[in-house]
């Protein structure tokens, strides 16, 4: 044997299993794509299996883009969902690690703490929010506006305050299971879930600031927020990139969270309406399937560039 | 400089105090399920017994009985476990020959299988179901969630193992090569006691991966290898009449993986940036 294949052998499971898994269902997903397929078509039977000869073109690409109702809705609320949990996570995140990264007492129980939230399991996240925490009756939701409510009619019996108090109105607890609120609970519970995440790598790309270069601008009188602006921000750029990248490629697919707090009624993702594609228009699914993995690609793209860069060092 | 310590005397304090009461905010949901688990179903929804109210573990006793947890827990370990370790057979060897002997094509070929890290799982879900159950028959068995947990995570593996192998000196690898040392010897002998620490915490966190996954161990099971998230998914809405047993069982899907997960937060960084943040 020669002394290069031994290597190229001991990759080749990895490869050969990465390979299938990859290549195998997705050009499943793009032949589908192009053909009628139809799982419960009573009225023409031969749609309900795959043959090349109900090729279609790109009429499931059209039906999904101009004539599906929900996919522009999906994509839409696809992106607001990623978007405002990129915001909350990474602007919650900088703050944390800032305050974190500091010598304080019980430092190490904080940390614990505040990372504690990313290991639970997406199904409990939801559950647990959406059940316990959020609903508007038996949640901690429902029972803190009941609390503030009776503190306010307690005080409208009061004098002089009271006549203002008199004229407040009951607050109504917001309910998470609404058509137009569920997104917000989902955005809720992924940035407590990920905000963890955001902190772990803003404190890791801190730690490796060049102390020496902040001490320098110490000396040379430079304020707390000029040192901030000037030396911490550009540091940051970068973790702040991949954070947002990565946080893109896992969101963009969430599932069980849109699935758990309200069956994606009213707060559809594209996942989820593949997902509902994927009952009985297959031709339909592949289609918008398609879509995503295009936008995920979009992402990946730059992801993969700025790893590739630091890879061999 | 005396007045700069004196100002942020006050300042630290202040800081400090903040720092904790945010960490507490954001561990906050975790305690209200475990305090939750404590108490009966009936009081559990009952504002007047919010915190006061006696402590009972029979949510925990009838876990069981509610759920049938144990069953969806041990297929929650059977697959995670096994997962693991195929992803950490196939991984070890791959990543030793990319870092001990790298080719032209070794950095095309890690950007490559993380790519296939990205691809969103929803866009290949009919594919997958119409494979595993009218093709090949493995629908809902723990072999198939098996191979789907160590394939979604094989890249990441991999990926880690690298940059963990990566800080070992070739000279050490170079040196058994001279003494005739086999392929295999190496790896076992040389290679994996001396990246001990870096096998380990791959193993810990694709093990956490494995147990969280709740794309496909849902949509690829139904009955035989359900796994905890299945559980817990088919009880997303139960009306507030069981917040009691509820938090007792997901109290105990997530509890031991919480607590695996502070033992390896360093390694996180690692392993979900690709090592593109140092």
Known sequence: MSKRSLPRLLQTPAVIMLLLWMLVPLSMTLYFSFIRYVLNSTRRPEWTTPALSNWRGFGNYE??????????????????????????????????????????????????????????????????????????????????????????????????????????PDIVPMSFRATQTSAYAVIIMVTWQWTPFAVLIFMTSLQSEDESQKEAAILDGANAWSRFRNLTVPHLGRPIAIVVMIQSIFHLSLYAEIEIVSRGNGNKNLPYLIGEFSSNNIGAASAAGIFAVIVANIVALFLLRMVGKNMMD | ????????????????????????????????????????????????????????????????????????????????????????????PAAYAMAFDPSRHTKDILMWMLSTKMLPAAAVLYPMTFLTKNFLGVFDTHFLIIIVLCL????????????????????????????????????????????????????????????????????????????????????RAPEGLFFGRLSAVSTAAVGPIIVLGWFCQKQLVRGLTFGAVK
Do not use: H
Request: hydrophobic content about 55%; some cysteine.
């Open chain 1, 63 to 168: 039906y999904v883009l101009f004539n599906a109702k929900d996919f522009w809705f999906a994509v839409q609320n696809s992106l607001f969902i990623v978007g405002s949990i990129l915001v909350l996570t990474v602007v919650l995140g900088l703050a944390l690690a800032m305050l974190v990264n500091r010598s304080f007492p019980g430092r190490g129980i904080v940390r614990v703490l505040l990372i504690s939230p990313f290991f639970v399991m997406p199904a409990v996240n939801a559950v647990l929010w959406i059940n316990m925490i959020l609903d508007p009756v038996l949640g901690l939701n429902g029972i803190a506006v009941d609390g503030l409510n009776n503190i306010i009619a307690g005080l409208k019996d009061f004098p002089v305050i009271g006549s203002f108090f008199a004229m407040w």
């Open chain 2, 1 to 92: 400089m005396a007045t700069i310590t004196q100002s942020t005397k006050f300042g630290s304090a202040f800081w400090t105090v903040l720092a904790w009461v945010i960490a507490l905010i954001f561990f906050f949901p975790i305690f209200w399920m475990i305090f939750t688990s404590f108490k009966t179903d009936a009081d559990a929804v009952k504002p007047e017994f919010l915190f006061k109210f006696t402590p009972t573990l029979e949510n925990y006793l009838n876990m069981t009985e509610n759920y049938d947890y144990w069953r969806f827990a041990i297929n929650s370990v059977i697959t995670s476990t096994f997962a693991t370790l195929l992803a950490l057979v196939v991984g070890i």
């Open chain 2, 152 to 235: 979604i995570n094989l890249p990441i593996v991999i990926w880690m193992l690298f940059t963990y192998f990566k800080e070992i000196p070739k000279e050490i690898i170079e040196a058994g090569k001279m003494d005739g040392v086999t392929t295999w010897g190496e790896i076992k002998d040389i290679l994996i006691p001396l990246a001990w620490g870096g096998v380990a915490s791959t193993a810990l966190l694709t093990f956490i991966f494995c147990w969280n996954e709740a794309y496909w161990t849902v949509r690829l099971t139904t009955t035989e290898a359900a796994t905890l998230s299945k559980l817990i998914e088919g009880n």
